[in-house]
């Protein structure tokens, strides 16, 4: 995918243009991986390159004053977009400047200019452009072909950034899993801890999630991703009240890759969630902690096992 984070790294547009789809995309659930499927089959019949223009940041964090706390960071949602197929995206900070480009500009220098826009796949509520003037309708009127994505439904429930960030906040993981059409992931950096995992006989992954949503506190069962295979683990989020007299300001996410051994240090790890097998809770002891440890990993095989025939 071609990948440009500001204008100034945008390659001059091919001449067979683009096909462009234009939002904040967090989560890239069901309703965004329509648009972008749309998007990527309405560019291979024009012969176009499948395009997306996307945010560093929540465009609510200038225009409201504050953002909700994103179900996918950027490179999270940038990783998606190549597993969607999309082949070029632009990466654009939503300042003072860009809030106030008049929709005729956005379309004309940007999208046009810079991106060779031949046509549009937009979602039903797209939007761009100062005072929100880019409509669908409006770029209908400069000529384009524009094709709008109504509003998917799962289940009578529209899907939405919103709903499914309140279904993981409350640990309804199987909610946001429907609505996401994936299982609700975390995706981050392996981060240097304390190495009380391995002290315990269960080294864990420490994750730096770029501050994405997290589940409730607890111990879940996950796959982890690693290098494009899934390894089975086992993930507590917590503040580990067991080890530590004060809690910290933000919980920890340590994972431990079930039958793993290697350095994963500074590599990204994506962390798909199944199940919450049980609270965070304090011990008595380490040789407490490291028994229920133990049954939690065992725990988590057969919630993976189970899951993994279901899918079957």
Same mark, same amino acid.
């Given at each position: ?7 100034? $790294? ?8 683009? %096909? %462009? ?15 972008? &499927? ?45 597993? $969607? ?18 929709? &005729? ?116 069962? &996950? ?31 340590? &994972? ?22 049980? $609270? ?33």
């Amino acid at each position: 995918m071609i990948l440009a984070r500001s204008l100034d $790294e945008l390659p001059p547009p091919g001449a067979s243009g683009s %096909v %462009v789809s234009v939002g904040v995309f967090d989560g890239v659930h069901l309703g965004h991986r329509a648009i972008l &499927a749309r998007n990527r089959e309405r560019a291979r019949q024009i012969g176009a390159c499948a395009s997306v223009v996307t945010f560093h940041d929540h465009p609510k964090r200038l225009l409201l004053g504050r953002a909700p706390r994103t179900l996918t960071s950027l490179e999270h949602r940038l990783e998606l977009f190549r597993r $969607e197929g999309i082949e070029q995206c632009l990466v654009l900070a939503f300042d003072e400047a860009l809030r106030s480009v008049d929709a &005729a500009h956005f379309a004309d220098e940007i999208l046009k200019a810079r991106l060779g826009a031949r046509a549009f796949v937009l979602g039903f509520d797209s939007k761009f452009g100062r005072n929100r003037e880019g409509t669908p309708e409006y770029l209908q009127s400069l000529g384009y072909p524009v094709e709008v994505v109504p509003q998917v439904l799962v289940r009578g429930r529209a899907v939405s950034s919103t709903a499914i960030r309140e279904a993981v906040e409350l640990g309804d993981l199987a909610a946001a899993a429907a609505l996401l059409g994936r299982p609700y992931s975390l995706w981050g950096e392996v981060v240097h801890g304390d190495a009380l995992g391995r002290q315990l006989g269960f080294p864990t992954a420490n994750l730096d999630p770029h501050h994405e949503l997290l589940p409730p506190t607890g111990v879940y069962s &996950a796959w982890a991703q690693v290098r494009g295979r899934p390894q089975p683990a086992v993930v507590n989020i917590g503040y580990r009240p067991t080890v530590r007299s004060e809690q910290p300001p933000t919980p920890r996410i340590e &994972a431990h890759l079930i039958g793993f051994s290697g350095d994963l240090y500074g590599q990204t790890l994506e962390l798909e969630f199944v199940q919450r097998l049980r $609270e965070e809770q304090r011990f008595a002891s380490l040789a407490e902690l490291r028994a229920q440890i133990g049954r939690d990993v065992e725990s988590a095989r057969g919630s993976l096992q189970v899951r993994t025939l279901e899918a079957r």
